[in-house]
């Protein structure tokens, strides 16, 4: 009994930093990393701490092995990796379904009723700190899928994504694609699949921001490849205006050889009658 109170207390104090984690801007810099991880063991997250090197689904033990629900999310990870290759790596998944185990008293379930937030949504930047203490967890190009659901209510699966700050920079739609506030946003169809089939939400998710990074990756090559055009084309233009030139000078030169050789062979010419006169005449007035 005092062991459950325990864990219900930890669960409680997880929620309440989550709470002030979302109140402050959802900054895990405001994390008290002493408190979250008292929280996250009572609750069941120490599934976090080592990640497997390129695993894209991860699953809370508790929710893989739920008495009479247990969530597995078959073939996701293949298709999630197939995906990743579709987006030329410039996309890594992780998927990580975690169980909320506090009682429907607690915290958090109160906070979700009055205020219309989704556990995940309050959860997200709490797993995602735990997440990226893990040494093989992507800094750089993560999107990050969380489920969530709670242990006496398998109908409860909410999710909530979100991706990297340099994601964001590359490819500034995501995160409007992402956001809860904009028109026919990716939660609300992925939120469609919830509860069942949550693979579908989860691939719904993927799907939908591999496209937008292949459609700006190939817009990017089509403008990498018309500019490497416009270069072969000045190039091309240059080369051939530089024959141009080259053919004028050699037209040139070839001229005024012709004129050197034709004046020379005038002058010679000249030359040679201007002799024989001169010889005729000295000849006939015999001075020669």
Request: with cysteine; hydrophobic share 40%; glycine share 4%.
């Amino acid at each position: 009994m005092q062991t459950h109170s325990r864990a219900a207390s930890s669960c409680a104090a997880l929620a309440l930093i989550a709470l002030c984690t979302l109140l402050s801007g959802c900054s895990s810099s405001s994390l008290n990393a002493t408190d979250y991880d008292l929280a996250a063991r009572e609750c069941g997250d120490q599934f976090l701490s080592s990640l497997p090197e390129g695993q894209h689904v991860i699953i809370d033990p508790q929710l893989a092995t739920h008495e009479y629900a247990p969530l597995t999310l078959r073939g996701v990870e293949k298709k999630l990796a197939q995906l990743e290759d579709k987006a030329l790596g410039k996309l890594a998944f992780r998927v990580i379904a975690k169980q909320i185990c506090e009682p429907a008293t607690n915290t958090l379930r109160t906070y979700q009723q009055s205020s219309g937030t989704e556990p995940a949504q309050l959860l997200s930047p709490l797993m995602l700190e735990k997440a990226k203490r893990s040494d093989s967890f992507p800094d750089d190009n993560y999107v990050l899928i969380l489920l969530t659901r709670y242990k006496d209510d398998v109908q409860s699966t909410s999710m909530e994504t979100t991706c990297s700050p340099e994601l964001s920079a590359a490819y500034p739609n995501l995160p409007i694609l992402l956001s809860r506030s904009t028109t026919n946003n990716i939660p609300q169809r992925a939120q469609t699949y919830l509860p069942n089939p949550v693979d579908e939400a989860v691939l719904l998710v993927a799907r939908e921001l591999t496209a937008e990074v292949a459609k700006v990756e190939k817009e990017k090559a089509e403008a990498e490849a018309t500019q490497r055009r416009e270069q072969e084309e000045q190039q091309r233009i240059a080369e051939a205006e530089k024959k141009v030139q080259e053919e004028r000078q050699k037209q040139a030169f070839d001229s005024a050889g012709l004129m050197i050789f034709i004046t020379g062979l005038i002058v010679g010419i000249l030359l040679t009658l201007l002799g024989l006169a001169l010889f005729r005449f000295l000849r006939k007035n015999n001075t020669w």
